[in-house]
């Protein structure tokens, strides 16, 4: 058989969904030639055009240049973009069904019509987040269909965060690689050699292997989170600052730094689906994953401590109250509010009488918010508001001009108030701007006073 090395890489990406938008300008910026194809012919022609149908920093432009050069290109067509291709990547969604089991449905319909195309030797990438055991399943299944098929499977899990895709895919922490042929790997590894040689370390291993870690990486850090936030309502209670207890913690290199921040929360489309996903996996093989299973529990009792939140910084009762919602994203650098804390709260505000107000840098009007008005600014936003809500951490809500936030506020039922759910601010500072800022398990603004008083 002819070696990898002799020619060059050509890829078909199977989802132009995030993963697979990211993946395919990515590897068009390492020099590849890739094909992205999806079912939907809309999506399909406002790609060929450059028009991104999701916010990612620089993901546009990215896209853009490839296609300019010719790198890159889009199509509705599974058999013409596989033709000349020597991996195909599935990278299409694994929603969570009601039973907590992932959806593979996309996948299987997706190596479906992989599989009589078969004809030449190819290499299927799932980049898609799948059970354990469904790469050795997908395979099986492509030789039910074609006896004839020309193929290896591998499993290569992507850990690309929303707001930071772009980099994460460039320089990963880590590039795993599940397979189980030789050739397969000097293939993979031509194809990383362009992240690799930047010393970025490859880990080759089974495919079962590949599949797992997949799914335990996103569940400890939303273990991590769940506790984090568990850990602000105990400083709450305690009247001990956050702030200091996780930075003090994460010193120790064992733990870290990166996901002691306490907020509303985590969203997004995957953390909360892979671990309730993790967890079936679990019960099905006999070994149940108690800890985290009490993580998504906390995770769904923070947003019940969040609406509590408000309501006491509010001090009166809310109807009537105009709030203004900074942010709806899970989380900053993405328009995506999928499991964000904003779809839940708003409506159990509005629910207890609040009239409600957003601004959000990228989200625009959304059908899932209802009897809302929509601010241009935000300080447009906070205009006659009784209270500002902070709940995505957008760098736009991190240097606010307090003498405007005042004086946009309304000063009537009580005095201007930010409720800050990312703890952007520092309280001492904040109690000189004359806002009651009330923030996430720190100090509250009366002990700020003092310690300021303490200080000066």
């Known amino acids: 058989m002819r070696s990898y090395t002799d020619y060059k890489i050509e890829i078909t990406i199977i989802g132009a969904g995030y993963v697979g938008l990211v993946s395919s300008a990515c590897f068009a910026e390492l020099g590849f030639k890739v094909i992205c194809i999806d079912k939907d012919s809309h999506k399909i022609k406002n790609l060929k055009n450059g028009n991104v149908p999701i916010y990612e920093p620089t993901l546009e432009q990215l896209i853009k240049k490839n296609l300019k050069s010719e790198r890159l290109a889009f199509s509705d067509c599974l058999s013409e973009a596989t033709l000349n291709s020597h991996i195909i990547f599935i990278a299409v969604g694994t929603p969570i069904k009601e039973d907590g089991n992932a959806d593979l449905s996309e996948v299987e319909m997706a190596v479906k019509k992989i599989a009589p195309l078969l004809h030449n030797h190819k290499v299927i990438v799932i980049k898609s987040t799948v059970p354990v055991g469904t790469c050795q399943r997908l395979q099986d299944s492509i030789k039910e269909i074609n006896c004839n098929a020309k193929f290896d499977i591998v499993s290569n899990p992507e850990f690309l965060r929303a707001g930071s895709g772009i980099k994460d895919f460039m320089f990963p922490d880590r590039i795993v690689i599940g397979l189980t042929n030789g050739l397969t790997r000097t293939l993979m590894s031509n194809l990383y050699q362009g992240i690799t040689e930047k010393g970025i370390p490859t880990l080759y291993t089974s495919l079962e292997n590949a599949e797992l870690i997949k799914y335990v990486s996103n569940c400890f850090l939303a273990t991590k989170i769940a506790f984090t936030n568990e850990v602000s309502d105990l400083c709450e209670k305690l009247g001990t600052d956050i702030t200091d207890v996780l930075y003090g913690m994460g010193l120790d290199n064992r733990i870290g730094q990166d996901y002691l921040q306490p907020g509303p929360g985590f969203g997004g489309s995957c953390l909360a689906k892979d671990a309730q996903s993790l967890i079936k996996i679990a019960e099905s093989a006999g070994s149940p994953l108690n800890i985290l299973r009490s993580a998504l529990h906390s995770n769904f009792q923070r947003k019940k401590r969040i609406k509590q939140i408000i309501i006491e910084a509010c001090q009166y009762p809310i109807a009537g109250m105009r709030l ?34 957003i601004y959000d840098p990228i989200v625009q009007k959304n059908n899932l918010f209802v009897d809302v008005e929509w601010g241009t600014d935000v300080y447009n936003t906070l205009q006659g508001a009784d209270a500002a809500i902070i709940i995505t951490e957008w760098d736009a809500f991190r240097y606010l001009d307090m003498k405007k936030v005042k004086s946009s506020l309304r000063n009537t039922v009580m005095e201007p108030t930010l409720i800050d759910l990312r703890n952007l601010y520092t309280p001492a500072i904040m109690a000189k701007s004359g806002i009651r800022y009330v923030s996430v398990g720190r100090t509250t603004i009366e002990a700020a006073h003092t310690d300021l008083a303490k200080t000066s």
């Open 324 to 357: 203004a919602i900074l942010g709806v994203s899970f989380k900053a650098n993405t328009d995506d509010i999928r499991e964000s804390i904003a779809v839940s709260l708003i409506p159990e505000l509005q629910a207890l009488g609040a009239k409600i107000i």
